[in-house]
């Protein structure tokens, strides 16, 4: 049995750990912050290429459906395989300092998070130009959540697993390339036959862009598959804070 | 009481780590796996401002009864009980970032040692002041020289104001001039009610900060008491080993 008195300012340490990712990726560099949008718009340029020259597709404003899909993709895949790498990668902090452990991935998602937000205002910028702003829109920050809460949840258990088995992180290297086949992002969810359908619905990372071109692109409401995309998150979250509290103790021992 | 062991021990696995899964699982069937016991049933009790110094060979256990009592790792059996903020510098410059700057590096850790954003604002020119870091506050911390790194380090435990501070080895890195400051430091720490616990081979430190001494002989506790007499006794069993290994004792 063991008793920590919890002095920590859980808030301050976050924000420290934060701000030490931040700082360290975009010391010196001159265009800084920037680059976190460059990735995604070459991947739009390049897909926006493909499916109007190439395949030529009968969307209009390709561009701007496609970005719905990188972006959602993007946070879910780089906030997930950093989240999974954090806990190893930061094995001298939990091998000579005590504090709350759940802190590590946390700080990365939201790290991860804080490029997403900054993309997501530009989206909505162009969405506002393009097809305007309606009421739906007061779901995004749900929407957001949701996904924050999914990331964090798998996060915790990809990342408490790789401290024992470090293949855990290829495994999840592989899946976010399965992902971007497996998520509606070059195409719609119209093109997925009914019988499929559901499952999609039930993965987060395509609820969360069939949710989000419902509110942006079509104006209506996310319906029922907000609350699949909330139930699937939650229970995800239960289950990896559930495993990493379960195996936090050990990680020292195993680092 | 600030901290009472019950009874602890702490068991590692040896030759299991980084193997296929059945593998593992094989060699667990099959107990080829040896356990390897770094501490066997340890107890004993702190009071507030009692300062105790553990010694032993290396592999003795010291440093695992260190991590144990920080709370960084879990004993397999036994109790361990804190009632008091506990800080732990168990190696200097830990949650220090080379890239970042002394200043961020100061704020980063002293809130994973436990300091809040206002006490780290109200402490921040007496941690600078105290490590005497001034000029280099805003140099990434990769510019440091390693004593550079200690005094920092140690600045930052010592404000993180614990009542009982764990260090591990950690005087031997900064010079005379800070060592002995540090020294200063802590040996005022009885006075103000505060405990340190204290893992090192350097016999002179010892005896100077702590009146009491922990000696650890593979995991079991050998002896519990006055430093004079515990260190002697450690110093007397072990030289004859040293000998008998040829080692030239001076």
Partial sequence: ?255 | MLLELENVSKRYWLHHRRQLMAQYAWKRVKRVTEPFWALRGVSFQVRQGESMAVIGANGAGKSTLLSIIAGVTQATSGNTRRHGRIGALLELGTGFHPDLTGRENIHLNASLLGLSRTEVIAKFDSIVDFSGMENFLDEPVRTYSSGMVARLGFSVAIHADPEMLLLDEVFAVGDEAFQKKCIERVSSFPKEGKSLLFVTHGMVHALALCPRALWLEKGVLRADGPSESVIGEYQAASKPAAQVAGVQQR
């Fill in chain 1, 1 to 255: 049995m063991t008793v920590i008195p919890t002095t920590h300012d859980h808030y301050y340490i976050l924000r420290n750990l934060v701000e030490k990712d931040f700082k360290v990726r975009y010391r010196n560099m001159s265009l800084g912050i920037f680059w976190s949008l460059v990735n995604p718009l070459i991947m739009m340029g390049v897909l926006t290429f493909v499916f109007t020259v190439i395949f030529p597709s009968q969307r209009p404003n390709f561009w701007l459906f496609v970005l719905m899909g990188i972006l959602p993709y993007n946070f879910f895949t780089m906030a997930w395989a950093t989240g999974t790498n954090s806990i190893v990668d930061n094995a001298s902090l939990i091998k000579k300092v005590p504090f709350q452990r759940e802190l590590i991935p946390v700080s990365v998602v939201i790290g991860n998070l804080v490029h997403y937000l900054i993309q997501l205002g530009l989206l909505l910028l162009a969405a506002a130009f393009v097809t305007g702003v309606n009421l739906q829109w007061i779901w995004l920050p749900v929407v957001v959540l949701l996904q924050v809460v999914f990331v964090c949840g798998v996060s915790f258990l990809s990342s408490s697993l790789d401290v024992y088995y470090r293949d855990v992180r290829y495994v999840v290297e592989s899946a976010n390339l399965v992902l971007f086949w497996l998520v509606p992002i070059f195409y719609g969810f119209e093109d997925i036959s009914p019988s499929y359908a559901w499952i999609y619905e039930l993965n987060p990372v395509a609820a969360v862009v069939l949710v989000t071109r419902r509110i942006l692109l079509h104006g209506v409401s996310p319906g029922l598959t907000i609350w699949k995309l909330a139930a699937v998150s939650v229970m995800t979250l239960a289950l990896g804070a559930f495993v990493f509290n379960r195996i936090k103790k050990d990680f020292s021992d195993y680092l």
